[in-house]
Nanobody, 125 residues
Framework: QAQLEESGGGSVQAGGSLTLSCIYS??????????MGWFRQTPGKEREGIAA????????YYANSVKGRFTISQDNAKSTVFLQMNSLKPEDTASYYC????????????????WGQGTQVTVSS
């Protein structure tokens, strides 16, 4: 059974950086999980797709809200996907989730069939 586990959340001041990690397991081939994506959610709002990487690792995708500040990467040897977050803003405060299993739209949470438990990121001004 596929599983995802996030880590790396925390509290940081505006302008600071954090790196989130997502360890994935239960896949016998990288082509089984399609896109690996990062989403975030705040209370009362829909889950927002912010970044994704293709199963081959050659293509990355970003929401406009994080483009130029966040970088998604993957270490296949460690079965880990990273989200490097720089120049953090208070509006980046949210619960961040790692997801896998999408094959068509990287930014739609409905496309994904496996989710991590989430990690909280809080950015203070």
């Amino acid at each position: 059974q596929a599983q995802l586990e996030e880590s790396g959340g925390g509290s940081v001041q505006a302008g600071g950086s954090l790196t989130l990690s997502c360890i994935y397991s239960g896949y016998t081939s990288r082509y089984q999980y399609g896109y690996m994506g990062w989403f975030r959610q705040t209370p009362g709002k829909e889950r927002e797709g912010i970044a994704a990487i293709s199963s081959g690792g050659g293509t990355t995708y970003y929401a406009n809200s994080v483009k130029g500040r966040f970088t998604i990467s993957q270490d296949n040897a460690k079965s880990t996907v990273f989200l490097q977050m720089n120049s953090l803003k208070p509006e980046d405060t949210a619960s961040y989730y790692c997801a896998a299993g999408a094959f068509y739209r990287w930014d739609r949470p409905q496309e994904y069939n496996t989710w991590g438990q989430g990690t909280q990121v809080t950015v203070s001004s």
